[in-house]
């Protein structure tokens, strides 16, 4: 396969480069372009996705994603904008956010899961709520009902306390127990049930939790100091809101937002009109008394 080179420009000529931002390949196609004079414009994937099903309606391909992107300086030229890419300070802030954001995200999916399998080895789930470290150290070593029930009430007294730093003891490992008693009881007739495996894979699960969550504990503290490169006066903190697991964000609709979040959407009545009142929903069926 040949590799294709781009034709010379004449001097002067100056490019209009439009991108989806589908993944983090846009950004070395950027600052390629941008680096020797081009305007790079970087459209929405909802804007993109919605001429390229007016210009085909059956097909889809390369050719035809390119064909798009390039009609949409003439499509609506209004509607782009030039990308500014962020300076180091801004970079390394939007780094840091998707890292925390991403391992959060992992972090509840790993959660969801050893419930999911606690949930099939003990029925009578004792993770009713939030899962504590107290709760880790007992999945960790006794997700098997057998083998939490052998462990005796003293050990698992004493494992639960000690996890916990003396928050919870005696009364929380009843519950365990009881879950376990439960099961056990459940299982009896059943000698397929796969206990030993099952709490095997709640264990890796429980060590990879504890993993990402030491990651994420590290990459939140990297988050915050970027963010006070990038924001020495933290004039961000004091006007945006800001959540557990990113960085205060205002959008500029003339820079490119280092956390990758959209502009928020906001719907601006028509000239001359005023704003229609929003009316109730109209139930669709009477509730019975």
Known sequence: M???????PHPGTRWEVVIEPTGPAWLPVAVLFTG???????????????????????????????????RLPLVVPAGLQALELPGPEAAALGRRVRAADRLTRVAAEHKVRIKDLVRQLMPVTPLTGDLGQADLA??????????????GPARLTALISKASHGHQGAERAAVWR???????????????????????????????LRTTQTELGRHGAQREQAYRWADPG???????????RSAPRCWSPRSADPTGSPPPRTSAPTPGRPREPRRPATPTATANP
């Open 36 to 70: 020797r004079g081009h305007v790079v414009h970087r459209v929405s994937s909802a804007k993109a996705s919605d001429l390229r099903r007016f210009l085909s309606r059956h097909a889809k391909s390369n050719g035809i994603d390119a064909d798009t992107l390039a």
């Open 178 to 208: 009881a879950s376990a008693t439960a099961a056990v009881q459940l299982y009896a007739a059943y000698p397929g049930m796969p206990f030993t495996d099952l709490a095997d894979e709640v264990a890796t699960e429980v060590r990879l």
């Open 138 to 151: 007992v999945l960790e070593r006794y997700a098997d009902p057998r083998a939490l029930l052998k462990a």
């Open 234 to 244: 933290q004039l961000a903190r004091s006007l945006c809101p800001a959540s557990p």
């Open 2 to 8: 040949r590799r294709r080179r781009w034709p010379a």
